[in-house]
């Protein structure tokens, strides 16, 4: 079974870090690309930050460029997304998701079509 387990979330004053992890078992992650989308509240899910296994490519969307850095681990099995210097928009529920395409690493990964599996969400409220 394809699963994919998110963690590491909790709540941050402004300017705080934190680090998210995302599993996977039931398949590895060679060979296709994982990304990290966040939704928050009354908003709709957007791409934060995705990376190829191979480590390269990286994509991230605007807001988070030079804050927010995506990680791959193939022999954990594991993405890692350490955000820094965090604000309150930042606030949101944080998905991992699997493009078992491997799909080009560019804007389009910001799309949740970009992706066929997802993990559950782990939330990130960052306080002013």
């Known amino acids: 079974e394809v699963q994919l387990q998110a963690s590491g979330g909790g709540m941050v004053h402004t300017g705080g870090s934190l680090r998210l992890s995302c599993s996977a078992s039931?398949?590895?992650?060679?060979?296709?690309?994982i990304g990290w989308l966040r939704q928050a509240p009354g908003k709709e899910r957007e791409g934060v930050a995705c990376?190829?296994?191979?480590?390269?490519?990286?994509y991230y969307v605007d807001s988070v460029k030079g804050r927010f850095t995506i990680s791959v681990d193939n022999a954990k099995n594991s993405v890692y997304l350490q955000m820094n210097s965090l604000k309150p928009e930042d606030t949101a529920v944080y998905f991992c998701?699997?493009?078992?395409?491997?799909?080009?690493?560019?804007?389009?990964?910001?799309?949740?079509?970009?992706?066929?599996?997802w993990g559950q969400g782990t939330l990130v409220t960052v306080s002013s």
């Open positions: 998701a699997v493009d078992v395409g491997a799909r080009s690493i560019d804007s389009s990964s910001a799309q949740e079509s970009a992706y066929d599996y």
């Open positions: 039931g398949f590895t992650l060679d060979n296709y690309n």
């Open positions: 990376i190829s296994s191979s480590g390269v490519p990286t």
